[in-house]
Structure formats: C-alpha cells, structure tokens
C-alpha cells in the first residue's frame, strides 16, 4: 500500500528566504507526482505535475524535482513571499487503481 | 482552464437527514472523485467514478453513496447524516495525464 509522508508538517520562515519541502513514498511504481498548494477552508490549487519519467519542472518561483528510485521529491520555493503561505500537499498516482495518495501536508508561514 | 464546482460552499444540516452534494466539471474527463478531509487524518477517498453510471468504493464508503448520470455531474449523498460526518468535503475531476483537478470544497456542519 502506496504511503507519502511530508516532513516538516509545518514551517515558518521569513520572507524572502528560499526553501525546500520535502515529500517521500513507499511504493516506487508511480505514473506521476502532483504538488498542490491549499488555502484555509478552500479546494487544492494544482502547482505543479511531474511525470514519472520526468525528473523536474517548473513554474515561476516553484521547481519541484522527483527521484523515483528513491522514493522522493522535493518542491523548492525561490525568494518566499508572504502570499506564499498555504499548506502544500503532494499526491502520488499509482495507476492501476485511479487513486491519488495524499500526504497530510505542510503548513508553510511567511512571515513579512 | 478546467472548472470544477461545488453546489454549496457551506451546509448545515441536522442528524438524520438526507443530505445531496453536487460537482460538476467542464473539461469533459471521465474520472471523478469525492475526498473529506478532516484535520490530523488528511485527504481521505470517499468514492470515484470512472464513467457514467460506473462507480467504485475509495476507502471510506461507509454511510455514502453516490450518483453519476452524466459524465460532468458526480453526486455524493449522505443517507442519513450522521455528526461524524461533519467534515470538508472536496470533488476532483481528472485528466489525461493523471492530473487531479479540485472544487472549491464543501464544509458540511451535522447538528
């Protein structure tokens, strides 16, 4: 059984600083990894989708990177903002069952 | 750019009743799911829909159902509303690539 685990859960940081969140699974045998980002009390926004033959992509500040083999990906925020501050959940989609397994997320504050 | 959308956005309803939550999506994609999701436990699989009037069980089905007539609409119906069915309840809808498209969400209060 597919399991993703986001560490940290949360993470305060001051503006302009960049960062890493980090989002790791059990099961290697994805067809891609999603990265959302969610704000208090609404639906996931989707950032950014990574192909499981893709090793990165980008939009904007964001730049998410994936290592199959070893069960990990990585979404890097460049120059953080305080508008920046959400909670941002990866998914994996293993395919043979339609399902996306969540990670429970990590709740990131920019402070100004 | 692809729509999905919620019927409510807030719901309160009483213990007992028969409580209906509509998603609607625009990009014509044949897959649709329902989530809850609750603080400490995550995104949580309620039931999906790999076409019209094809469902399957995610992995909390217990107390739900759902509906899929049209291949935009996906219903998810509470029989019997229940207060540990208070929760936010989130539709997606997806596409081609695997990509997972979400509504704005419902929270739904059982009094």
């Known amino acids: 059984k597919q399991e993703v685990t986001q560490i940290p859960a949360a993470l305060s940081v001051p503006e302009g600083e960049n960062l890493v969140l980090n989002c790791s699974f059990t099961?290697?045998?994805?067809?891609?990894l999603q990265w959302f980002r969610q704000d208090p009390g609404k639906g996931l926004t989707s950032l950014l989708l990574?192909?499981?033959?893709?090793r990165e992509q980008t939009s904007g500040r964001l730049n998410a990177s994936l290592d199959k083999s070893s069960g990990r990906s990585t979404l890097y925020i460049a120059a953080s903002q305080p508008g920046d501050s959400a909670t941002y959940l990866c998914?994996?989609?293993?395919?043979?069952?339609?399902?996306?397994?969540f990670g429970k997320g990590t709740l990131l504050t920019v402070n100004p | 750019d692809v729509k999905v959308t919620q019927s409510s956005r807030y719901l309160v309803k009483r213990t007992g009743e028969k409580v209906f939550l509509e998603c609607v999506q625009d990009?014509?994609?044949?897959?649709m799911f329902w989530y809850r999701q609750d603080p400490g436990l995550g995104l949580r699989l309620i039931y999906f829909?790999?076409?019209?009037?094809?469902?399957e069980k995610g992995d909390i089905p217990e107390g739900y159902s759902v509906s899929r007539e049209k291949k935009e609409r996906f219903s998810l119906i509470l029989e019997s509303a229940s207060t540990n069915q208070t929760s936010m309840y989130l539709c997606?809808?997806?596409?081609?690539?695997?990509?997972?498209?979400f509504g704005p969400g419902t929270r739904l209060t059982v009094t």
């Open positions: 829909s790999y076409d019209v009037k094809m469902k």
């Open positions: 998914a994996v989609f293993s395919g043979s069952n339609y399902k996306l397994t």
């Open positions: 099961d290697s045998a994805i067809y891609n």
């Open positions: 990574i192909q499981s033959s893709q």
């Open positions: 990009m014509d994609h044949e897959n």
């Open positions: 997606a809808s997806q596409g081609a690539l695997g990509e997972q498209y």
